[in-house]
């Protein structure tokens, strides 16, 4: 997006757009910081998903990942300062302080007579569903849209925007505290695949799937029985290229026609559900919530 647009668009990296997706899209990304250990890297711009997924492998525990500081969204914002509007799409801030922190940095630069309006959209979602709410509204941008009309449809896909993901191990989970070490193992046993989804910005389970088969199969069926247009959709994958190759080809196999673009999950999703979970990014037709 060009920095003398009057109408500019902001997302952080953990929407899950490569630097190339996002500037085909028309929105700029602030990064997120992953820290191993003693080293802090930025995410998307020092450490690529790849480069992620190989480093978690040999550890331990689970690297932290932090919002941008409200100095990173500011030396952003300031890039645009020819700009009338700026709109920040962020993570879900139930989850994250990445909202909050873009808040502060546009209350900071109000302070100081920083003229564009900045507009901070906390998108309730995760990963490519948050990326989906930045391209819809650069999409606004150039069809000549209003800053009122582009922010009411963004008001909109707070409410209808789903990301569905299933695990493929909750050996993540448990490390991460969120289940116990008895459930994973006893899940681990029986191949139980969660199927999650972000509700009121917080993940919640959509169903338990007994195997990968059956949990590809209600993921699929999710997006076929909910989706408003069922030609376009985003497949996110941790690490796992082969198996977003053949959920695309089910799809296609379903459904003539549709356009499927394969993201490549970074440090957020991956750190939360761990390597080989997959999902799918698309607006709903109805309310979620």
């Not at 932290?64 to 300031?78: C, G, L, N």
């Not at 080989?276 to 037709?285: N, S, V």
């Amino acid at each position: 997006m060009s920095l003398n647009s009057e109408i500019v668009v902001i997302s952080d990296t953990s929407c899950d757009y490569s630097a190339d997706q996002a500037e085909a899209a028309g929105f700029s990304m602030v990064p997120l910081t992953v820290t191993f250990g003693d080293e802090t890297l930025l995410d998307g711009l020092e450490l690529t998903p790849s480069q992620f997924y190989k480093r978690l492998a040999k550890m331990n525990g689970l690297p932290k990942t932090s919002q941008p500081s409200p100095d990173a969204f500011m030396r952003v914002f300031e890039k645009f300062s020819a700009a009338k509007h700026i709109i920040c799409v962020t993570v879900t801030g139930v989850s994250s302080g990445t909202v909050r922190s873009a808040q502060l940095a546009a209350d900071l630069l109000r302070e100081k007579g920083f003229q564009p309006e900045i507009h901070v959209v906390d998108s309730c979602n995760a990963s490519a569903a948050v990326g989906l709410l930045a391209e819809t509204a650069c999409g606004m941008v150039r069809d000549g849209c209003g800053i009122d009309e582009i922010l009411a449809r963004l008001h909109e896909m707070q409410h209808t925007t789903a990301l569905y993901f299933l695990l493929d191990t909750l050996e993540y989970v448990r490390k991460g505290g969120r289940i116990g070490n008895i459930s994973a193992v006893f899940g681990q046993l029986l191949g139980i695949k969660p199927l999650l989804t972000f509700l009121e910005g917080a993940p919640t389970d959509v169903a338990k799937c007994r195997g990968y088969k059956q949990a590809t199969a209600k993921l699929v069926q999710k997006f076929i029985d909910t989706a408003a247009n069922l030609h376009e959709v985003i497949i996110v994958h941790a690490d796992a290229p082969a198996a977003a190759a053949a959920l695309a080809g089910d799809l296609k196999a379903l459904v003539k026609d549709i356009k499927v673009r394969i993201h490549a999950a970074g440090a957020v999703i991956g750190t939360y559900a761990g390597p080989g979970a997959i999902g799918l990014a698309f607006e709903e037709k109805a309310v979620r919530w």
